[in-house]
C-alpha cells in the first residue's frame, strides 16, 4: 500500500516555523524584533466578478478579494546588519465587491456582494539597503478563512419566461414581491503566492521604530467548496406587509439551491446541462478568484537588546 505524500506547503510551512524556533533557542545574542501594523489594500489584477444591470444599460463589475484592511503580527532576526529573516500573520477584511446588481423597478432589484475574511502566512527575507530603508520579499499562504457572499433579491416575478408576476401566480394585490435574503460561504484550497514590501523605519531609540512600507501581495485562490449559511424568502404586499412569511427556508430551498456546492475541476455535459442556470447546484466547475493587491502599512516595531557576551 502507497503512503499518501503530506502537502508540500504544509511542510513548507513546518520547516519556516521550525527554523525560527531553533533561532530562538540557539542564539544568545540575536538581534530579534516583533513589529504589529495596520493598512488598507486595493485590488491588483482585478478580473469580471458580475453585472451591474439597470433598464436601459448593462456594465461589467471587477474587482478582487485582496481589497480592504488588514492587520499584521510579524517577527524577524537579524543576522547581521544587513540580511534578515521575518514571519508574520495577517488578517484581512476584505471591501464588498459587486457580484451582480440589478436595478429594474416593478421587475427586480438585486444587490449581490462579497468579500474577503482571510489568514494569511509570510515567511520573507529582509535586506537593509540603508539604516531606514529596507525590502522584504517571501511567500504568502492563505491558511484559513471564507469568501463571504451577501444577496438580497426583490423579485416581482413568478415565472419570467412567461411575464407571470408573483401578482397573478399568488392572486395577490399588484406590486407584490418575494424578497429573498441569504448568505454563502466559499472555501478555497490552500494557494501559493508572493508577497514584496519596501519599507522606511524611524528609531526613536534603541528598541522602539516607526515603519511605513507599501506592499505587494500577488496570490489567487482557486474554489473548493461553498455553503449556504442562511437563506429566507417572504411574499410581501405592495407596502411592505408580509403576506406569506418563510414561503423558502433552509429547510425548504427553492430549485437551483442545494446547501453545499462541490468545486471540480470535470463535470460531464449532462450534468452542465441539467444545471443550467442554478446558482448552487451541487457540484460547479472549478475557479481561480483573484487576491493580489497593493497595499500601505504602517506599524511599531520592538527591538529586543542584544546580550552581551559572557567574559
Known sequence: ??????????????????????????????????????GYATGSAKTKFGEEITATKTKNAYGSYGE????????????????????GIAYLHGDDQTVTKVNIPNYRITDAKARARAFGFSPSLVYKFTNKIYGRFGALIKVGGKTEAVVSDKNYMYDEANGITISQ??????????????????????PLGFVGALGYKYDFNDNFGLFIEAEYMGISVKRDDSELSEFNTDVMLPDGTVAVAGLYTMDNLPDGYV??????????????????????????????????????????????????SKE
Do not use: W
Not at 543576522?79 to 514571519?87: A, I, Q, R
Not at 401566480?169 to 448568505?183: H, R
Not at 460547479?284 to 552581551?308: D, H, M, Q, W
Open 259 to 308: 446547501k453545499k456546492t462541490k468545486y471540480v475541476d470535470t463535470l460531464d455535459n449532462a450534468t452542465i446541462a441539467s444545471n443550467g442556470d442554478a446558482p448552487y447546484p451541487a457540484k460547479k466547475l472549478a475557479e481561480r478568484v483573484p487576491y493580489s493587491s497593493f497595499g500601505i502599512n504602517f506599524g511599531l516595531t520592538y527591538t529586543f537588546a542584544k546580550s552581551k
Open 169 to 190: 401566480a399568488l392572486s395577490l394585490p399588484e406590486g407584490s414581491y418575494t424578497q429573498t435574503n441569504y448568505k454563502a460561504d466559499f472555501h478555497g484550497k490552500l
Open 1 to 38: 500500500m502507497s503512503r499518501k505524500l503530506k502537502n508540500p506547503l504544509i511542510i513548507m510551512k513546518n520547516y519556516f516555523l521550525l527554523l525560527f524556533a531553533m533561532l530562538v533557542a540557539t542564539s544568545a545574542s540575536a538581534q530579534f524584533y516583533v513589529s504589529g501594523s495596520t
Open 68 to 87: 480592504g484592511i488588514n492587520f499584521q503580527v510579524r517577527g524577524g532576526y537579524y543576522f547581521n546588519e544587513t540580511f534578515g529573516v521575518d514571519l
